[in-house]
């Protein structure tokens, strides 16, 4: 039966203004403060232009370059005996201090947010990733006004501010052309943004933003394209700008490179470095990396090691165990090494990069005043499940795996063509000696990372390690003091929140072993919770995610860290008393830092919580040419519906050609095109081949169109794929037919946007190649139809969010 198609399209056009409320203000406060004389004629007035100037750093002011990379361990780099080199952070290290207990929340966004604030990432709104926001006041997923941002802060001071690479701190409905900018780098304080706004990124074709607009990124990996690259150039065209005309301001620059999140992309002749360097496993890595850490005096000798699977009853079948070495398979540790040796390629190159910084502030005569912190944001992630993967979207879909399908891609692991993560035992292995890793806060295999100071000028050690303990909370308090400024007590009117940290320029001079100023730190992430205090801690022992509640049920165990950095000997039996101090100052601090309610919900359940959008669900959308891709968090969601994609096009050379619409990569995605005169859809299901793809039987014509496709699901498959029948249209003319299945979740981890006439960064199909644009015609517009209530496996949609952190 004929299925006749409407297709309208209509174009609203909304216009707003918008007022700068704060700009205003300080216009008022500047004609307040006016100290001049205003007579009738200027001839008998006087200026006065203090109110006006803009405010001057302090004579001798240092700049900041802050580096901080992703999912990286204590037992991963060199500098701490790993086995990955870092020729940079190791020049650095030489050249300042290494930081063996310093400390983040776990998890990447709320470790941003309290380096952006200085406050715990509660007060900030950011108890985990912004996706998982759930409406409370420390779970918001926005920086409220009594949390001034550090970056404005030495703005307003006299600083040029840059932040570079991820962000991770914007709403998932921001992130959007025409999305709420309020929470977008720029309006935090930060001169310039160059970067990526989400989680993860494709770092040979990324999702780039340049301070408040999408672009397309600059080249190609043919023409010698990584981003890590990108972000250097970026970076120093950047200092570069701002010397040319003030060469004497100082300036803050954040870099947050996106390396060691995955995927683990790494140029091919850096992953040959590491060739073989893995093969050794991870059980024996660790042993190795530990022996390392004791004898350059990272860790104390007596640190012990602690389990792979630490909690056995909530292990077993976990995404997060570790499977032993001796129980894989040949082909597996062949493939697993691999995936190390990627990771460490990947992590060394990013290196580079940031060498090239360094040597530009070093030959234009500003590193001697600079203050650079190398640090990482969490533990090694365990994301990539017990087995790894070369496209982890297949994981996020609940779609297994194949080894033998993924053994076709040893050759070229970490190039374009994979979207890859190692398995559980190397996140586990380059978070030694500790137990676990990212996402859990309770251990310091989530919490306790790298961090190198390095400050010619203002430090007189060099390469000298420190051991107190601290926190993220603990650098905004150091580097005002450094800088000889203050964060205002009062900031546009808002009585500002107390900072959280405490300044570590104490140690900067000190003996490696003076005590530490922090006096209490509580911990609290996805469920699981911990706290120090004066060199104990007390860990509940609960699985992020876990979906378990009973937190008053938790078992809670008791460590000396000062005595037992590794956290392997429970004392709680021993020190019911101190254990008890330690549970009841948790809760005190939970209520001043607005931790409670913890959540500890499925990911399933997290995510299907309703969040306030300004946008209305809707069954129809019309998207137009020459518009910014659209990111997927706010684009059309066809996952587990019926729906039809429907394209006015106007065909004026007879072989036109090229994409009408496109959505994904080619990692998952969908796309219709033109091409050889005929209509083609091709639906890319998880990478995997062939393709599946439907060619009209007729040729195009000169003339005006029609074009489109229908999918109707008919049932779900074994991983809740949709199965169904998809129809290709030219008017209202089936022009091919078949069966057809579409992906439960997401169709990209980095949010390859929706685009209409070409296709934004990574092609969907192999039948034609980025970007594709279309030619030889005109697309009046595109519109995409969902009918009914949505099949969606939920869990494997929330796995998707949760682990692309």
Same mark, same amino acid.
């Given at each position: 039966?004929?299925?006749?198609? #409407?297709?309208? @399209?209509?174009?609203?056009?909304?216009?707003?203004?918008?007022? +700068?409320?704060?700009?205003?203000?300080?216009?008022?406060?500047?004609?307040?403060?006016?100290?001049?004389?205003?007579?009738?004629?200027?001839?008998?007035?006087?200026?006065?232009?203090?109110?006006?100037?803009? $405010?001057?750093?302090?004579?001798?002011?240092?700049?900041? +370059?802050?580096?901080?990379?992703?999912?990286?361990?204590?037992?991963?780099?060199?500098?701490?005996?790993? !086995?990955?080199?870092?020729?940079?952070?190791? *020049?650095?290290?030489?050249?300042?201090?290494?930081?063996?207990?310093?400390?983040?929340?776990?998890?990447?966004?709320? &470790? *941003?947010?309290?380096?952006? &604030?200085?406050?715990?990432?509660?007060?900030?709104?950011?108890?985990?990733?912004?996706?998982?926001?759930?409406?409370?006041?420390?779970?918001?997923?926005?920086?409220?006004?009594?949390?001034?941002?550090?970056?404005?802060?030495?703005?307003?001071?006299?600083?040029?501010?840059?932040?570079?690479?991820?962000?991770?701190?914007?709403?998932?409905?921001?992130?959007?052309?025409?999305?709420?900018?309020?929470?977008?780098?720029?309006?935090?304080? /930060?001169?310039?943004?160059?970067?990526?706004?989400?989680?993860?990124?494709?770092?040979?074709?990324?999702?780039?933003?340049?301070?408040?607009?999408?672009?397309?990124?600059?080249?190609?990996?043919?023409?010698?394209?990584? +981003?890590?690259?990108?972000?250097?150039?970026?970076?120093?065209?950047?200092?570069?700008?701002?010397?040319? &005309?003030?060469?004497?301001?100082?300036?803050?620059?954040?870099?947050?490179?996106?390396?060691?999140?995955?995927?683990?992309?790494?140029?091919?002749?850096?992953?040959?470095?590491?060739?073989?360097? /893995?093969?050794?496993?991870?059980?024996?890595?660790?042993?190795?990396?530990?022996?390392?850490?004791?004898?350059?005096?990272?860790?104390?000798?007596?640190?012990?090691?602690?389990?792979?699977?630490?909690?056995?009853?909530?292990?077993?079948?976990?995404?997060?165990?570790? !499977?032993?070495?001796?129980?894989?398979?040949?082909?597996?540790? $062949?493939?697993?090494?691999?995936?190390?040796?990627?990771?460490?390629?990947?992590?060394?190159?990013?290196?580079?990069?940031?060498?090239?910084?360094?040597?530009?502030?070093?030959?234009?005569?500003?590193?001697?005043?600079?203050?650079?912190?190398?640090?990482?944001?969490?533990?090694?992630?365990?994301?990539?499940?017990?087995?790894?993967?070369?496209?982890?979207?297949?994981?996020?879909?609940?779609?297994?795996?194949?080894?033998?399908?993924?053994?076709?891609?040893?050759?070229?692991?970490?190039?374009?063509?994979?979207?890859?993560?190692?398995?559980?035992?190397?996140?586990?292995?380059?978070?030694?000696?500790?137990?676990?890793?990212? *996402?859990?806060?309770?251990?310091?295999?989530?919490?306790?990372?790298?961090?190198?100071?390095?400050?010619?000028?203002?430090?007189?050690?060099?390469?000298?390690?420190?051991?107190?303990?601290?926190?993220?909370?603990?650098?905004?308090?150091?580097?005002?003091?450094?800088?000889?400024?203050?964060?205002?007590?009062?900031?546009?009117?808002?009585?500002?929140?107390?900072?959280?940290?405490?300044?570590?320029?104490?140690?900067?001079?000190?003996?490696?072993?003076?005590?530490?100023?922090?006096?209490?730190?509580?911990?609290?992430?996805?469920?699981?919770?911990?706290?120090?205090?004066?060199?104990?801690?007390?860990?509940?022992?609960?699985?992020?995610?876990?979906?378990?509640?009973?937190?008053?049920?938790?078992?809670?165990?008791?460590?000396?860290?000062?005595?037992?950095?590794?956290?392997?000997?429970?004392?709680?039996?021993?020190?019911?008393?101190?254990?008890?101090?330690?549970?009841?100052?948790?809760?005190?601090?939970?209520?001043?830092?607005?931790?409670?309610?913890?959540?500890?919900?499925?990911?399933?359940?997290?995510?299907?919580?309703?969040?306030?959008?300004?946008?209305?669900?809707?069954? *129809?959308?019309?998207?137009?040419?020459?518009?910014?891709?659209?990111?997927?968090?706010?684009?059309?969601?066809?996952?587990?519906?019926?729906?039809? @994609?429907?394209?006015?096009?106007?065909?004026?050379?007879?072989?036109?050609?090229?994409?009408?619409?496109?959505?994904?990569?080619?990692?998952?995605?969908? &796309?219709? #095109?033109?091409?050889?005169?005929?209509?083609?859809?091709?639906?890319?299901?998880?990478?995997?081949?062939?393709?599946?793809?439907?060619?009209?039987?007729?040729?195009?014509?000169?003339?005006?169109?029609?074009?489109?496709?229908? /999918?109707?699901?008919?049932?779900?498959?074994?991983?809740?794929?949709?199965?169904?029948?998809?129809?290709?249209?030219?008017?209202?003319?089936?022009?091919?037919?078949?069966?057809?299945?579409?992906?439960?979740?997401?169709?990209?981890?980095?949010?390859?946007?929706?685009?209409?006439?070409?296709?934004?960064?990574?092609?969907?199909?192999?039948?034609?190649?980025?970007?594709?644009?279309?030619?030889?015609?005109?697309?009046?517009?595109?519109?995409?139809?969902?009918?009914?209530?949505?099949?969606?496996?939920?869990?494997?949609?929330?796995?998707?969010?949760?682990?692309?952190?």
């Amino acid at each position: 039966m004929k299925i006749k198609l #409407f297709f309208y @399209i209509s174009v609203i056009t909304i216009c707003f203004y918008g007022c +700068l409320n704060s700009e205003r203000n300080n216009q008022n406060r500047a004609q307040d403060n006016f100290k001049g004389k205003i007579a009738l004629d200027i001839r008998d007035s006087e200026s006065d232009w203090s109110a006006y100037t803009p $405010k001057s750093a302090p004579e001798g002011a240092p700049n900041i +370059l802050f580096v901080l990379y992703d999912d990286t361990g204590l037992g991963a780099w060199s500098p701490y005996g790993g !086995r990955i080199n870092m020729p940079t952070m190791d *020049r650095l290290a030489e050249n300042g201090l290494t930081y063996t207990q310093w400390h983040t929340t776990a998890l990447c966004s709320p &470790t *941003r947010s309290t380096i952006l &604030t200085g406050r715990n990432h509660h007060l900030n709104g950011m108890a985990s990733i912004t996706e998982t926001a759930d409406g409370y006041p420390g779970s918001n997923g926005r920086v409220p006004d009594d949390c001034a941002p550090f970056a404005q802060i030495l703005r307003d001071n006299g600083w040029s501010t840059f932040w570079i690479g991820k962000n991770h701190n914007v709403p998932e409905q921001d992130v959007a052309p025409g999305g709420s900018r309020s929470e977008w780098p720029t309006q935090i304080g /930060f001169d310039r943004f160059y970067g990526f706004l989400g989680g993860e990124t494709n770092n040979w074709y990324p999702d780039l933003v340049m301070d408040n607009h999408f672009i397309e990124a600059p080249a190609t990996p043919e023409e010698g394209y990584h +981003l890590s690259k990108d972000l250097a150039d970026q970076a120093i065209t950047m200092l570069r700008d701002k010397n040319a &005309t003030n060469p004497s301001k100082p300036f803050y620059m954040w870099f947050n490179p996106g390396a060691n999140h995955a995927p683990h992309h790494s140029p091919a002749e850096y992953t040959a470095k590491y060739k073989g360097m /893995f093969d050794d496993g991870y059980d024996a890595y660790r042993d190795w990396v530990v022996k390392r850490m004791k004898d350059k005096g990272i860790l104390p000798e007596n640190t012990g090691m602690a389990e792979f699977n630490p909690m056995p009853e909530d292990m077993a079948n976990s995404a997060d165990y570790v !499977r032993p070495w001796a129980e894989l398979n040949a082909d597996e540790k $062949k493939l697993f090494s691999r995936m190390a040796e990627v990771y460490a390629g990947f992590s060394e190159y990013t290196d580079a990069q940031v060498g090239r910084i360094i040597d530009y502030l070093e030959e234009t005569g500003q590193l001697d005043n600079t203050i650079v912190l190398y640090a990482a944001d969490n533990g090694a992630s365990g994301e990539g499940s017990p087995n790894g993967s070369v496209n982890e979207n297949k994981f996020f879909n609940g779609y297994p795996d194949s080894l033998e399908e993924n053994l076709k891609y040893m050759d070229v692991l970490g190039g374009p063509d994979t979207y890859n993560h190692f398995p559980t035992g190397w996140a586990a292995a380059f978070s030694a000696p500790f137990k676990m890793f990212k *996402r859990y806060s309770q251990y310091a295999g989530g919490t306790n990372d790298p961090l190198v100071i390095s400050w010619p000028k203002g430090i007189k050690a060099k390469g000298e390690i420190r051991h107190q303990y601290h926190h993220s909370t603990d650098i905004v308090p150091t580097l005002l003091e450094a800088c000889g400024i203050e964060m205002p007590e009062v900031y546009n009117g808002v009585e500002q929140t107390p900072l959280s940290g405490v300044s570590m320029v104490y140690s900067f001079n000190a003996a490696p072993d003076a005590p530490t100023k922090k006096e209490v730190q509580y911990y609290s992430m996805l469920g699981t919770r911990g706290i120090w205090k004066d060199g104990w801690k007390a860990a509940a022992v609960h699985s992020p995610l876990s979906g378990k509640s009973g937190f008053d049920k938790d078992v809670w165990e008791l460590y000396n860290v000062e005595e037992d950095r590794s956290e392997t000997n429970n004392l709680a039996e021993e020190y019911p008393e101190k254990l008890q101090e330690l549970i009841d100052e948790w809760f005190r601090q939970a209520e001043i830092n607005k931790v409670l309610p913890l959540d500890d919900r499925s990911a399933a359940e997290i995510l299907g919580t309703e969040r306030p959008s300004q946008e209305a669900k809707k069954d *129809r959308y019309i998207y137009y040419p020459n518009t910014a891709p659209v990111p997927e968090g706010v684009a059309v969601n066809i996952r587990g519906r019926n729906y039809k @994609i429907l394209a006015n096009v106007e065909i004026i050379d007879e072989n036109a050609s090229g994409v009408i619409f496109a959505h994904g990569s080619r990692f998952g995605g969908h &796309t219709l #095109f033109i091409k050889d005169k005929k209509l083609y859809y091709v639906y890319n299901f998880l990478g995997i081949k062939p393709e599946q793809v439907f060619i009209s039987d007729t040729t195009l014509k000169p003339g005006k169109y029609t074009l489109g496709m229908e /999918f109707i699901r008919e049932s779900a498959g074994e991983y809740g794929e949709s199965i169904g029948k998809t129809k290709l249209y030219i008017n209202e003319t089936v022009v091919a037919e078949g069966p057809m299945r579409t992906q439960p979740a997401k169709f990209t981890l980095s949010g390859d946007g929706l685009c209409v006439g070409y296709d934004s960064g990574d092609n969907v199909s192999n039948l034609y190649e980025s970007p594709g644009e279309f030619e030889g015609g005109v697309i009046q517009g595109v519109g995409v139809t969902v009918e009914g209530t949505p099949y969606i496996d939920l869990e494997a949609e929330a796995k998707r969010v949760m682990m692309s952190q």
